[in-house]
C-alpha cells in the first residue's frame, strides 16, 4: 500500500470529516451560499482513491467534491473559500462549492449529475495521444450510473482502451432515491460486463481496500490497461444536503446502524486491534482542530469578487480593448 | 484561381490546419470512413491516421465531452455533430461544461474547441433533421456562433475557428456543400466577428444568415430589375455580431429586412433587428422588418418544406413591401 500506515489513512479521513463539519457550520451560518452537501461516511473513497493519485494525474468530481479535492490535492483554503465564494477559492469565488476547478492541481468538478464521465474519456484520450503514463480518475455516484453519459462514456473507454478509471461511489443514495429502487442491478459494478470490463466491487468503508485497490488500478492503467470501472459501496450518512427531509426516504434507526460501520469507526476499530492506543488516536483531534479554527478564522476574512472580476472571462475577446462579456 | 465546392473547401482547411498541429483533430460519427455525411473530410483518414481522424460511435453527448477534456488536456478538437438536431444530446457538454470553464478557471483554462455541425431544411428530412437551431447557441455566454454561407467563407472561416482558442459553434447547411465558387491557393483567414457585404446597395439593407444569403442575392437581382438597389450583409458569426458592418449599411439605406431560416419568435434576427433599432432609429424610415421561416417542424414532402422557409421570392416580396413596391407576386410565407 505505497508504504502509507492505517494510521496516516485514519488520520487524513479524520481531517475530512472535521473539515465537513466545520463547511456544516459555515452553511447554518450562511457562509457558504449554495446547497452543501455533506460528506459524512464517505471518507474512505476520498483518501483510498483520490489520495493515490500522482501530482500530474488529473482528477474529476462531482457535486460532492470537496474531500476528493482536498484528498486530491487542492488546498483545504482554495476549497473552503470557494464554497464561501471568495476570491481565494479554486475559481476565485465564481464556482461554489458544486463546480469550480483548480488547473495548477489537475482538479476539475461539475454540478450536473453525470456529465464529468464524457469529459474524463477526453482527458484520458489526450494522455494517450500525448504518450504519457498519466491517469485520469472519475470519480461518480450511483445516479450517475444511470444517465446516458454513464454509458456513452463507458463504451467509449472501453472500446479506446483509455488509461481512465471510473470510481463510483455509491453511497446509497440519488438525492432522495435510495439505489434499490432505482438502479435495475444489485451492483453498479456489473454494468461493467456490458462493457467487457472486469467487474470490480468493494467496500467503501474501508480505506484500506479502497487505498489498495486504487494503488493496483492505477499501476495497472499506466501499464495500459485500463479502462476500469470499480464500485466503492459506502454509505451517505448526512442528508443530500444539509437539512433535506431526511423521513422521506430513510429511517433514523438505518442510519444509527450505518453508523456503525462508518470508515472512521472501522478504521479505529482496526487499529486499536493491531496495537494502537486510543490515545495516541485521539490525540490527532487537537493538530486538526487548531488547524481548522486557524482556516476558519482565516477564510471569512478573505475578500468576495467584484463584478468586473465576475464578468471578466466570460470568453476571450477576437479584438484588442473587446469586453469579455458580449 | 480553381473552383472547388464548399466541401472540398472544408476539407483544404482541415488538412491546412492538421498537417500545421498535430493537436488539431477531428472526432465525429462517421468522419473517417465515409469522410463526413456530405464528403467534407473524405481520404483524410488515410492521410492523417486515426489519430486526427477519428470515427466515434453514435454517442453524442461522449464526443462533446470528449471535445471538452481533450481541450483541456492541449489539443484542439473538431467535434462534428452530423445533424444539428443531434446536437441537443451534446448540450450539457456544450453549455455547462465547454462554455463556462474558462469564466470558472478566471481566465487560466482555454477550450480551444470548434463544434461542427450541419443544419436547415432544403433535402426533404422532416422535422427531426432539418432544423435550425443556431438561436440556442446565440444566447449562451462564452460561446462563438458561426454560419458560413460560401466556399470562399468557410475555409477561412473554418480556419480562424480551429485556431480560436474559444469553444465555437460552427453551423454549415446542408444544402450548401455542393456550391461551387473559387478560393485561392495561397493560405488565408477570415476574422471571426466580421461581417461580409455580400452586395452593395442603396435602397435597403437586407440582412441574411447561412442558405438565406443565396436568396438574398437572387432576391436583389431581380429587385434591381425593377430599380430597387440591395444591400445584402452576411454575417458569418452570429455572435460576437459585427454591429459596425450593419448599422453603417442601414444608416445609408434606411430600410432594413432580416431573413433566417430560424423561425423569428426569440430569436437572433430579433436580435439584429434590436441593434438596428437601437443604433439607426432616426435613420429608419420604417421599422426592420423580418422575414424567417413559419413556426412550425419542418413538414416532410417534395416540396412542402421550400413553402414553410423564406426563398428568393418570398424575399423579394419581403422587400417589395418594405419599399412600398407594388406586388409582382403572392408572399409565401
Same mark, same amino acid.
Given at each position: 500500500?505505497?508504504?502509507?500506515?492505517?494510521?496516516?489513512?485514519?488520520?487524513? @479521513?479524520?481531517?475530512?470529516?472535521?473539515?465537513?463539519?466545520?463547511?456544516?457550520?459555515?452553511?447554518?451560518?450562511?457562509?457558504?451560499?449554495?446547497? !452543501?452537501?455533506?460528506?459524512?461516511?464517505?471518507?474512505?473513497?476520498?483518501?483510498?482513491?483520490?489520495?493515490?493519485?500522482?501530482?500530474?494525474?488529473?482528477?474529476?468530481?462531482?457535486?460532492? #467534491?470537496?474531500?476528493?479535492?482536498?484528498?486530491?490535492?487542492?488546498?483545504?483554503?482554495?476549497?473552503?473559500?470557494? @464554497?464561501?465564494?471568495? %476570491?481565494?477559492?479554486?475559481?476565485?469565488?465564481?464556482?461554489?462549492? @458544486?463546480? !469550480?476547478?483548480?488547473?495548477?492541481?489537475?482538479?476539475?468538478?461539475?454540478?450536473?449529475?453525470?456529465?464529468?464521465? #464524457?469529459?474524463?474519456?477526453?482527458?484520458?484520450?489526450?494522455?494517450?495521444?500525448?504518450?504519457? *503514463?498519466?491517469?485520469?480518475?472519475?470519480?461518480?455516484?450511483?445516479?450517475?450510473?444511470?444517465?446516458?453519459?454513464?454509458?456513452?462514456?463507458?463504451?467509449?473507454?472501453?472500446?479506446?482502451?483509455?488509461?481512465?478509471?471510473?470510481?463510483?461511489?455509491?453511497?446509497?443514495?440519488?438525492?432522495? @432515491?435510495?439505489?434499490?429502487?432505482?438502479?435495475?442491478?444489485?451492483?453498479?459494478?456489473?454494468?461493467?460486463?456490458? !462493457?467487457?470490463?472486469?467487474?470490480?466491487?468493494?467496500?467503501?468503508?474501508?480505506?484500506?481496500?479502497?487505498?489498495?485497490?486504487?494503488?493496483?488500478?492505477?499501476?495497472?492503467?499506466?501499464?495500459?490497461?485500463?479502462?476500469?470501472?470499480?464500485?466503492?459501496?459506502?454509505?451517505?450518512?448526512?442528508?443530500?444536503?444539509?437539512?433535506?427531509?431526511?423521513?422521506?426516504?430513510?429511517?433514523? *434507526?438505518?442510519?444509527?446502524?450505518?453508523?456503525?460501520?462508518?470508515?472512521?469507526?472501522?478504521?479505529?476499530?482496526?487499529?486499536?486491534?493491531?496495537? %494502537?492506543?486510543?490515545?495516541?488516536?485521539?490525540?490527532?483531534?487537537?493538530?486538526?482542530?487548531?488547524?481548522?479554527?486557524?482556516?476558519?478564522?482565516?477564510?471569512?476574512?478573505? #475578500?468576495?469578487? %467584484?463584478?468586473?472580476?465576475?464578468?471578466?472571462?466570460?470568453?476571450?475577446?477576437?479584438?484588442?480593448?473587446?469586453?469579455?462579456?458580449? | 484561381?480553381?473552383?472547388?465546392?464548399?466541401?472540398?473547401?472544408?476539407?483544404?482547411?482541415?488538412?491546412?490546419?492538421?498537417?500545421?498541429?498535430? &493537436?488539431?483533430?477531428?472526432?465525429?460519427?462517421?468522419?473517417?470512413?465515409?469522410?463526413?455525411?456530405?464528403?467534407?473530410?473524405? /481520404?483524410?483518414?488515410?492521410?492523417?491516421?486515426?489519430?486526427?481522424?477519428?470515427?466515434?460511435?453514435?454517442?453524442?453527448?461522449?464526443?462533446?465531452?470528449?471535445?471538452?477534456?481533450?481541450?483541456?488536456? /492541449?489539443?484542439?478538437?473538431?467535434?462534428?455533430?452530423?445533424?444539428?438536431?443531434?446536437?441537443?444530446?451534446?448540450?450539457?457538454?456544450?453549455?455547462?461544461? =465547454?462554455?463556462?470553464?474558462?469564466?470558472?478557471?478566471?481566465?487560466?483554462?482555454?477550450?480551444?474547441?470548434?463544434?461542427?455541425?450541419?443544419?436547415?431544411?432544403?433535402?426533404?428530412?422532416?422535422?427531426?433533421?432539418?432544423?435550425?437551431?443556431? &438561436?440556442?447557441?446565440?444566447?449562451?455566454?462564452?460561446?462563438?456562433?458561426?454560419?458560413?454561407?460560401?466556399?470562399?467563407?468557410?475555409? /477561412?472561416?473554418?480556419?480562424?475557428?480551429?485556431?480560436?482558442?474559444?469553444?465555437?459553434?460552427?453551423?454549415?447547411?446542408?444544402?450548401?456543400?455542393?456550391?461551387?465558387?473559387?478560393?485561392?491557393?495561397?493560405?488565408?483567414?477570415?476574422?471571426?466577428?466580421?461581417?461580409?457585404?455580400?452586395?452593395?446597395?442603396? &435602397?435597403?439593407?437586407?440582412?441574411?444568415?447561412?442558405?438565406?444569403?443565396?436568396? =438574398?442575392?437572387?432576391?436583389?437581382?431581380?429587385?434591381?430589375?425593377?430599380?430597387?438597389?440591395?444591400?445584402?450583409?452576411?454575417?458569418?458569426?452570429?455572435?460576437?455580431?459585427?454591429?459596425?458592418?450593419?448599422?453603417?449599411?442601414?444608416?445609408?439605406?434606411?430600410?432594413?429586412?432580416?431573413?433566417?431560416?430560424?423561425?423569428?419568435?426569440?430569436?437572433?434576427?430579433?436580435?439584429?433587428?434590436?441593434?438596428?433599432?437601437?443604433?439607426?432609429?432616426?435613420?429608419?424610415?420604417?421599422?426592420?422588418?423580418?422575414?424567417?421561416?413559419?413556426?412550425?417542424?419542418?413538414?416532410?414532402?417534395?416540396?412542402?418544406?421550400?413553402?414553410?422557409?423564406?426563398?428568393?421570392?418570398?424575399?423579394?416580396? =419581403?422587400?417589395?413591401?418594405?419599399? &412600398? =413596391?407594388?406586388?409582382?407576386?403572392?408572399?409565401?410565407?
Amino acid at each position: 500500500m505505497s508504504g502509507v500506515s492505517l494510521k496516516n489513512l485514519y488520520e487524513e @479521513m479524520l481531517l475530512l470529516r472535521r473539515f465537513d463539519k466545520l463547511s456544516m457550520r459555515l452553511k447554518m451560518k450562511d457562509l457558504i451560499y449554495s446547497g !452543501y452537501h455533506p460528506t459524512e461516511g464517505q471518507e474512505a473513497v476520498a483518501v483510498g482513491f483520490c489520495g493515490a493519485l500522482r501530482d500530474d494525474d488529473v482528477l474529476l468530481s462531482t457535486h460532492r #467534491p470537496h474531500i476528493h479535492a482536498v484528498a486530491g490535492g487542492c488546498t483545504m483554503e482554495a476549497v473552503l473559500t470557494e @464554497m464561501m465564494g471568495r %476570491t481565494t477559492g479554486c475559481s476565485g469565488g465564481l464556482g461554489g462549492g @458544486m463546480q !469550480y476547478v483548480d488547473p495548477e492541481h489537475n482538479f476539475y468538478c461539475g454540478s450536473v449529475v453525470g456529465s464529468n464521465l #464524457p469529459i474524463a474519456t477526453g482527458v484520458a484520450m489526450a494522455m494517450k495521444q500525448q504518450g504519457s *503514463d498519466r491517469v485520469c480518475m472519475c470519480m461518480f455516484g450511483d445516479g450517475a450510473s444511470n444517465t446516458g453519459s454513464f454509458h456513452e462514456a463507458l463504451n467509449l473507454a472501453a472500446i479506446w482502451k483509455l488509461p481512465v478509471i471510473f470510481v463510483c461511489e455509491n453511497n446509497g443514495f440519488a438525492e432522495a @432515491m435510495p439505489v434499490e429502487e432505482f438502479v435495475a442491478c444489485k451492483r453498479i459494478s456489473s454494468r461493467s460486463r456490458a !462493457y467487457d470490463l472486469e467487474e470490480i466491487s468493494i467496500d467503501g468503508n474501508d480505506v484500506e481496500a479502497c487505498r489498495a485497490t486504487a494503488d493496483d488500478l492505477i499501476e495497472r492503467t499506466r501499464k495500459g490497461e485500463g479502462p476500469f470501472l470499480v464500485e466503492a459501496v459506502t454509505y451517505r450518512i448526512r442528508g443530500h444536503y444539509v437539512g433535506d427531509p431526511e423521513k422521506t426516504y430513510r429511517t433514523k *434507526d438505518e442510519v444509527a446502524e450505518k453508523k456503525q460501520e462508518e470508515p472512521l469507526v472501522r478504521a479505529r476499530e482496526r487499529l486499536l486491534e493491531q496495537g %494502537t492506543d486510543a490515545a495516541e488516536l485521539d490525540a490527532l483531534e487537537g493538530p486538526i482542530k487548531e488547524r481548522l479554527d486557524a482556516l476558519s478564522e482565516w477564510a471569512v476574512e478573505q #475578500p468576495f469578487p %467584484t463584478l468586473e472580476q465576475a464578468i471578466d472571462n466570460v470568453y476571450i475577446p477576437l479584438t484588442e480593448g473587446e469586453v469579455a462579456c458580449r | 484561381m480553381p473552383v472547388i465546392t464548399f466541401g472540398e473547401a472544408i476539407k483544404q482547411a482541415y488538412r491546412e490546419e492538421m498537417q500545421r498541429d498535430k &493537436n488539431v483533430f477531428l472526432m465525429g460519427e462517421d468522419v473517417g470512413r465515409w469522410g463526413s455525411l456530405y464528403r467534407s473530410s473524405t /481520404g483524410l483518414l488515410e492521410e492523417f491516421g486515426s489519430e486526427q481522424i477519428k470515427d466515434a460511435p453514435i454517442s453524442e453527448a461522449a464526443i462533446a465531452g470528449c471535445g471538452v477534456g481533450s481541450a483541456l488536456m /492541449g489539443m484542439r478538437p473538431i467535434v462534428e455533430f452530423m445533424y444539428i438536431d443531434f446536437i441537443s444530446i451534446a448540450m450539457d457538454q456544450i453549455v455547462n461544461h =465547454a462554455a463556462k470553464w474558462h469564466q470558472l478557471s478566471n481566465g487560466k483554462i482555454k477550450l480551444p474547441m470548434v463544434i461542427k455541425t450541419q443544419g436547415g431544411a432544403g433535402r426533404r428530412n422532416s422535422s427531426q433533421h432539418s432544423q435550425s437551431l443556431e &438561436n440556442w447557441f446565440v444566447n449562451v455566454p462564452g460561446l462563438i456562433t458561426v454560419m458560413p454561407s460560401t466556399p470562399y467563407d468557410v475555409k /477561412g472561416l473554418l480556419k480562424s475557428a480551429i485556431r480560436n482558442d474559444n469553444p465555437v459553434v460552427f453551423i454549415e447547411h446542408k444544402c450548401l456543400y455542393f456550391d461551387k465558387q473559387e478560393v485561392p491557393e495561397e493560405e488565408y483567414l477570415i476574422p471571426l466577428g466580421k461581417a461580409d457585404v455580400k452586395r452593395t446597395g442603396d &435602397n435597403v439593407t437586407i440582412i441574411a444568415t447561412s442558405w438565406m444569403v443565396s436568396f =438574398a442575392l437572387q432576391a436583389a437581382e431581380t429587385l434591381a430589375d425593377e430599380g430597387i438597389s440591395c444591400e445584402v450583409i452576411d454575417p458569418r458569426t452570429l455572435w460576437p455580431l459585427d454591429k459596425e458592418t450593419i448599422i453603417q449599411s442601414v444608416k445609408k439605406t434606411g430600410l432594413c429586412l432580416v431573413v433566417t431560416e430560424a423561425p423569428a419568435e426569440g430569436g437572433w434576427s430579433g436580435e439584429a433587428s434590436s441593434v438596428v433599432h437601437e443604433h439607426c432609429f432616426s435613420e429608419l424610415k420604417k421599422p426592420v422588418k423580418r422575414h424567417c421561416s413559419i413556426r412550425t417542424g419542418i413538414p416532410y414532402g417534395a416540396t412542402l418544406e421550400r413553402e414553410v422557409i423564406p426563398g428568393a421570392e418570398s424575399i423579394a416580396g =419581403a422587400v417589395r413591401e418594405l419599399t &412600398n =413596391a407594388p406586388s409582382s407576386s403572392p408572399l409565401t410565407p
